[in-house]
């Protein structure tokens, strides 16, 4: 399923910097639905957040609908998220003023004038919420399509249990995006964890398309690592493992994950499915919440494989977060342009990530 016409040419792309290919310099994608909380971190009280760099306040009107506008009143530029909810409104702290969901100020205690109401706003941000998760889409409100907001439906459904959580990252959210691309370092880098030896050469299968990348991976014949093996019961057994890794916005990163069980024990199943979800938020230009999540649709009532799974995932998640930090210092330390990265051939799947944000912020450059 290769489409090389759109897949980096190693040949002539000999390193980054480089035209063309996004790096943690490039501009933070604003036309994009982003995680911005998980429903349950919203309550009675506002929450301050960032997202693609822009500081959003959210809350939760009356009938518990949740609401986001610019975190900088109007008035003084007290933060909005510091302020109360009170009713269908967000008061600010400072001298009261209480916007609506829709950023227009209702009540401004100390004016009564229509015309200081009508000129005292702050802006709206479309928002989305699907539990767990609130989605917001901090770029231009005409683009805002809820179509686009990733669906992930394994999080809801009854035939599926999960573990989630949540890591800061000090460092640019591409490093991550390229991370989950990058499958070769399972067999280093998590070692202990989600890699065996012989997943750092298995072929790749790379798809390029529109403004998505696909790669998949398929393991004849190995046994599984840590995060696997005890939780599907198949410790020491040889499957055949698939990961379809898939960069599907700046947002969203999905990892569809397979076991299949070629000679299974009575009343055992052949086919186990495992969903890594991945939802990214620059916050900052390097600086990264990363709220994950791992489904699973084998012993969905059993809590104990939950929790081994969740252990197991947070250790890899919290070598992934070292790794990205260290390599941000080695860059503040030297500079980007005088030591250019070179790539080899599993890293054309972040390549071809990084074209399609360059090209992503062009447009945004563009449009203004
Ligand atoms: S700063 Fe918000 S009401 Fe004055
Ligand atoms: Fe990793």
Redesign the pocket.
Known sequence: MSRAEAVPDLRSEPAFPAAGIADRTTPLIRNCWYVAARSAELGDAPLGVAVAGVPVALFRTRDGRAAAVHDR?A????PLSRGRVEGDRLV?G????AYGADGLAACIPADDRPAARAAMRVRAFPLVERPPFLWLWPGDPHQADEALVPGHPWLSDSGWAFATGCTDIEANYLGLHENLLDTTHFSFLHAGNVGTPAYATAPIDLEVTGDRVRQVRVLEGDVLPALYDRPMDLVGKPVTRTTDSRFVSPGWHEAHAEVIDPAPAPGRPVRYATKILHAITPTAQDRTRYWWAIARDYRVDEPDVTEMMRVAIVEAFEEDRLALEWIREVQDRDGLGPVPERSVKPDRGGLAMRQIVARLAAREREAG
């Open positions: 009143c008035h003084r530029s007290f600010c400072y001298h009261g003023i």
